[in-house]
């Protein structure tokens, strides 16, 4: 105790007090003072280390302030949905190392990435707008894009509704699943136009749907972007308009608001820029 109190530069009654009254407030002996030297209780020793750490972490509050300061972030974490992955994970990545210390960025659904977002598990993402009504969020509109018919090659195109039904009574729709959000935007539209075709096979990825189509499997609803995603020879796809009305994707960058300064604002910009390239490049001739 008198050690203890001379380290802090206070009396030897002070400390013995403090400690008397963290245990009272918590209803646990601390030190076992039937032993010499006093020697800790079990709840003692948990106090000591849960205490250790936090004043570990309290010790670099102070060097993540100043690298605040400086411009940058001590850590970031960026969900990125997967039809985005590939045009944008190399400028993200860059775009990252100079703005934080550490940073992670996340593929995968819309969907989780929204929940991760709004439970604090990642800073901001960039996917379609899934999270419309949730309130204290800031949006930066990426790209839009409209959805195109994508068969095998060879395949006659559909020019109306009546042209598509009959494609699909002899050739399969393959779909993205359900539980990503350009699945459900498609289910949505096709409900709209009243065709309820038959489910066969559904994937999780773009990859995934363009392969398949690109094997002679079926036709697909899809992007520019999520065909371009897959990479694969433009000799075995051929892409038309989707007959009816239009069927648009919107892509953005969503944060929570106020809390990264005008860091979504810069992000958003470079991606707007790398993913209108990428359709000029991704265009048919």
């Known amino acids: 105790m008198a050690q203890a109190a001379r380290r802090l530069g206070i009396t030897q009654p002070s400390v013995s007090q403090t ?26 020793v948990l106090l000591r280390q849960r ?24 850590t970031l974490r960026v969900g990125l949905v997967d039809s985005l992955m590939r045009p ?25 990435h929204a929940a991760a977002l709004t439970s604090r598990q990642i800073d901001l993402f960039l996917g379609a707008e899934e999270v419309e009504d949730a309130e204290g969020l800031e949006r930066h509109l990426l790209l839009e894009e409209s959805y195109v018919l994508l068969c095998p090659a060879g395949t ?11 494609l699909a009574a002899r050739l399969p729709l393959v779909r993205f699943s359900a539980r990503s959000r350009t699945g ?4 949505r539209h096709l409900r709209r136009l009243r065709l309820d075709l038959p489910r066969r096979q559904e994937f999780d990825t773009p990859h995934g749907v363009t392969a398949a189509v690109a094997a ?21 796809l051929m892409r038309h308009p ?20 005008t860091l979504p604002q810069r992000m958003a910009a470079l991606c707007r820029a790398a993913l209108q390239e990428e359709l000029a490049r991704a265009a048919p001739p």
Not at 21 to 35: K, N, P, S, W, Y
Not at 52 to 60: H, K, P, V, W, Y
Not at 156 to 166: E, M, R, S
Not at 242 to 261: D, N, S
Request: aromatic letters at 2%.
């Open 242 to 261: 989707l007959p009816g009305p239009r069927l648009m994707r919107r892509l953005v960058l969503i944060a929570r608001q106020r809390e990264l300064g």
């Open 184 to 187: 459900v935007e498609i289910e």
């Open 19 to 44: 400690i008397a009254e963290i245990e009272q407030r918590t209803g646990a002996r601390l030190f076992d003072r039937a032993v010499r030297p006093l020697g800790l209780t079990p709840a003692g």
């Open 88 to 112: 944008l994970s190399g400028l993200l990545a860059g775009f990252l190392a100079e703005v934080a210390e550490q940073s992670s960025l996340l593929s995968g659904l819309t969907a989780s």
């Open 51 to 74: 205490a250790g750490l936090l004043l570990a972490e309290a010790r670099q509050i102070g060097p993540l302030l100043r690298q605040v300061a400086r411009g940058r972030l001590p």
């Open 216 to 236: 002679g499997l079926g036709w697909a609803i899809t992007t520019p972007l999520c065909i371009a995603d897959a990479a694969l020879p433009d000799t075995r």
């Open 156 to 166: 006659v195109p559909p020019n109306d509704l009546a042209a598509l039904t009959a």
